[in-house]
């Protein structure tokens, strides 16, 4: 028999969910890992830095994914909207995984400040999924269409020689570009005008500072 949650019990398992998401820097993907069977080039010292900045920089893009879908299914107006963003979240949580190993394999730490950008992305999930089911899918596509595009500029930019990196970001690039379609499918609504500009100009911000902290 399913359990009633009461508040307090939602209240501790989105607790639990972000600290899950801030400080498990590589929690147990479901998938295995893109870069698995790809053998770990020598990179040097430079090339080692600038994997690492981008890779801290997808990390922080896939804690800020797990605070968007969460915040969203909290609040979903119905039940099959939330088992979607859930779903998402799950698949998000492999994307974490493999960053935060990559991470380490670089010798280097996800961002110090994925307190700050979990509950920034958390609080913006929240706030749509209340306005209405449509205006969140409509988050869920925008944010991935602009990860997909930046995604995209990593792949331009990893080091040639990194190729365990490489195969993990073509794989997100694909995941992200199918959730915009699955949300697009599910009834997203359009976002005006100013929104999608603003996101970019967060995300910038975002990646400007995640790169090197």
Same mark, same amino acid.
């Given at each position: ?25 590589? #929690? ?86 994925? #307190? ?77 005008? #100013? ?19």
């Amino acid at each position: 028999m399913n359990r009633t949650l009461s508040p307090l019990d939602r209240a501790l398992v989105e607790l639990e969910r972000a600290l899950g998401a801030i400080f498990e820097p590589a #929690p147990v993907a479901i998938r295995p890992s893109p870069a698995l069977d790809i053998e770990d080039a020598p990179l040097d010292d430079a090339e080692r830095r600038h994997s690492a900045g981008l890779m801290r920089v997808n990390h922080v893009g896939e804690v800020c994914a797990q605070a968007l879908y969460f915040g969203q299914a909290a609040v979903a107006h119905d039940e099959a909207q939330r088992a979607r963003m859930l779903e998402a979240a799950a698949e998000e949580t492999d994307h974490l995984g493999w960053c935060g190993e990559r991470l380490k394999e670089l010798d280097s730490r996800p961002s110090l400040l994925n #307190p700050l950008w979990y509950a920034g992305a958390y609080a913006i999930g929240a706030a749509a999924g209340l306005i209405s089911d449509r205006l969140s899918l409509g988050f869920v596509v925008e944010t991935e269409r602009q990860v997909e595009a930046h995604l995209g500029e990593h792949l331009e930019k990893l080091p040639e020689a990194d190729a365990r990196s490489r195969a993990i970001v073509s794989v997100m690039k694909d995941d992200e570009a199918r959730h915009a379609k699955n949300a697009l499918a599910a009834g997203a609504e359009v976002l005006p005008d #100013p929104v999608p500009a603003l996101m970019r100009f967060a995300s910038n911000v975002m990646k400007a500072v995640a790169y090197r902290v």
